[in-house]
């Protein structure tokens, strides 16, 4: 079992060369502080269940932030497990009669992060891209932005989450 980034980056096959680069490129330096890098890539990590990938992640960002951000992604990661499925279903029906019923699910922890805001939602963010929530894609880009997030940013960010999952994926087929 990988025990640092770097030892899961050379259990990735030859087949999976891109995503060895593309997974060291995205942890370093970015238009994304440490704790925005570092908690995306858990909470993506977290989303894509792998829990090989989610526990070098959470190692090397526990070197690298401080315990709320890594909190923040977990609980990034488990609230958008449920939001995208609600809203996606919302999204995908289009009827009006859903969207007059209110969601009754409890979500305070998105307007009270442990950490900060900002870097919440683009955790939510990565994680709704990951999910294929249109609709949470959407409302979390425009709360970034509403935030002052830029659109390196939004990037930085969902293209960490997209390495994250294609790593989580060849993990799991052996690519």
């Keep these: ?11 990735l096959p030859e087949a999976a060369r891109d995503l060895k680069v593309n997974l060291q490129n ?12 570092w908690g995306t890539a858990v909470a993506c990590a977290i989303a894509s ?14 070197e690298q932030v401080d315990a709320a951000t890594i909190e923040d ?3 990034a990661a ?6 995208n499925v609600y809203y996606r279903f919302k999204h995908m029906v289009g009827s009006e009669d859903y969207e007059k019923l ?30 294929g929530c249109e609709r949470c894609v959407v409302s979390h880009e425009k709360t970034i932005r509403e935030a002052g997030g830029t659109s390196e940013q ?3 960010a969902v293209r960490t989450g997209a390495v994250v999952h294609g790593v989580a994926v060849a993990l799991e087929l052996g690519v």
Excluded at 49 to 62: H, M, S
Excluded at 78 to 83: G, H, P, V
């Design 26 to 37: 995205v942890l370093q330096e970015s238009s994304l502080t440490p704790a925005q890098r």
């Design 49 to 62: 269940r792998n829990a090989t990938l989610t526990q070098v992640l959470v190692d090397a960002a526990r």
């Design 73 to 75: 992604a977990r609980a």
């Design 154 to 156: 939004i990037h930085d």
């Design 78 to 83: 488990a609230l958008m497990a449920m939001n």
């Design 102 to 131: 209110p969601a009754r699910l409890r979500m305070t922890r998105i307007a009270k992060p442990h950490s900060s805001k900002l870097d919440f939602e683009l955790f939510c963010l990565a994680v709704s891209a990951v999910f």
């Design 1 to 11: 079992m990988a025990n640092t980034v770097e030892s899961l980056r050379e259990q």
